[in-house]
C-alpha cells in the first residue's frame, strides 16, 4: 500500500483504480469495507480456486 500511497501522492487519486483480490470476497474495489477473516487460498480446493 506504500506504493499506492506514493501513487496518489504523485499523480492524483483518480489516477489509480486499486482492486484487492480476496480469498472470501473475489475481486473487490480497494474502497470497499471488509469484516475481517482468517482464510487464505492455501487452505482452498483447486475446484474453489478456479471458481
Known amino acids: ?3 499506492v500511497s ?3 501522492k504523485n ?3 483518480a489516477s ?3 482492486r484487492i483480490f480476496s480469498a472470501s ?3 473487490i474495489p480497494g474502497s470497499r469495507p ?3 477473516y482468517e482464510y ?3 487452505s482452498m480446493k483447486a475446484g474453489k480456486l478456479r471458481q
Do not use: H, N
Open 1 to 3: 500500500m506504500k506504493g
Open 6 to 8: 506514493q501513487f496518489r
Open 11 to 13: 499523480y492524483g487519486e
Open 16 to 18: 489509480l483504480d486499486l
Open 25 to 27: 470476497y473475489g475481486i
Open 34 to 36: 471488509i469484516v475481517p
Open 40 to 42: 487464505t487460498f492455501q
